[in-house]
């Protein structure tokens, strides 16, 4: 392998931008010709890819976003697309590529490494945190802080007032973030895709917190749960709850921007570092993550076929037990 080039695709994450400093400089570090490819899938079939150095990537391990771009392409879903990406790519003497993203991501790597003859690594980055085979994906550690903080605030506004908020946090189809963040914010409920919700159970939990003399009730609701997001929900429970004034804020995008935290960055390097390490093995269509603190490697197929958050019951038990 001479020529590795590095791409971010689908959602960023804060994380990927020290995830693509230390995929470059370890490549350069073992003699390889870098490459970055600009706006993820849709830069390799527009041939926007630029020669990469050291320097580069100088100051950008404290930045959100993606000094690469990212962008969320269909095209590369066609086989058009996929080899006119990969005419482009050998056009350059690529020879492997690290994706860095979530499960939309890893589903076009996997194929276009099933139909060209490219080495792929993947990272797992992703505000979610819901793929199989590493116990945290690079920005979710960063979000959860955001979430947090913002919550934070609204327990101080909300128990100023006396009010009920309902909070809307994303995770598409995961509950992960709604499910952590209402443990470390001592949220009253938390409303998640992966259970249904008894809105009756609900209206009685909130209607006993009234009763103990609570002056204010978060309840997170997942972006992903099944009978409707932080308005619809609010507007049931107002229908048949109104002792506290209800308001209702969406987090939102607010919740993928910002300087990663330093968990990120040093995994957002550990994997980065194990990615081009991989490829100069020769591995292929694997995904690189950390599980119990250590690097692991998990194939393309069952990072994308196991789904990595299975509902904690326990957790979700004590998140009832500890804001009684
Ligand atoms: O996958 C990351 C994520 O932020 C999800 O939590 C959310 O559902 C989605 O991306 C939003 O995507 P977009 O920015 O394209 O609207």
Redesign the pocket.
């Known amino acids: 392998i001479k020529n590795i080039a590095v791409l971010t695709s ?2 960023d ?1 804060p994380g990927m931008n020290a995830c693509i400093r230390a995929v470059v400089r370890t490549g350069i570090y073992n003699g390889i010709n870098m490459f970055g490819v600009l706006q993820g899938y849709q830069g390799l079939i527009t041939n926007n890819i630029i020669p990469m150095d050291a320097r580069s990537v100088s100051n950008i391990i404290h930045m959100g976003g993606t000094i690469l771009k990212t962008a ?1 392409c269909l095209e590369f879903k066609t086989d058009e697309g996929q080899d006119l990406a990969f005419e482009n790519l050998k056009a350059h003497n690529i020879d492997a590529l690290v994706v860095i993203g ?1 499960d939309g991501t890893f589903t076009g790597a996997r194929r276009f490494a099933q139909r060209h003859q490219i080495n792929v690594i993947g990272v797992p980055g ?3 945190n819901d793929l199989y085979g590493s116990d945290f994906t690079l920005g979710y550690d960063t979000a959860m802080n955001t979430v947090v903080e913002a919550i934070d605030k609204i327990r101080d506004t909300a128990d100023a007032h006396d009010r009920l908020f309902f909070v809307e946090v ?3 189809d ?1 509950g992960c ?1 709604a499910l952590r963040s209402a443990i470390a914010c001592g949220a009253e409920a938390v409303l998640l895709p992966e259970k249904e919700t008894s809105i009756d159970e609900l209206v009685k939990q909130l209607g006993a917190g009234a009763v103990t003399k609570k002056t204010s009730s978060i309840v997170i609701v997942s ?2 749960h099944k009978q409707g997001g932080a308005y619809d929900i609010a507007k049931h429970v107002k229908e048949r709850f109104d002792h506290y004034d209800t308001k209702v804020t969406i987090l939102g ?1 607010l ?2 921007g910002g300087s990663p935290s330093s968990f990120d960055r040093i995994l957002a390097s550990r994997l980065g570092y194990a990615a081009v390490n991989e490829l100069l093995k020769g591995s292929t269509q694997m995904m690189v993550g950390l599980r119990g603190n250590e690097i692991a490697l998990t194939s393309l197929d069952e990072a994308l076929t196991e789904h990595n958050f299975k509902l904690e019951s326990d957790l979700l038990e004590m998140t009832h037990v500890l804001s009684i």
């Open positions: 689908g959602g994450a969320r979530g992703t505000i979610d994303m995770g598409r995961s973030i972006e992903g995008h919740q993928r």
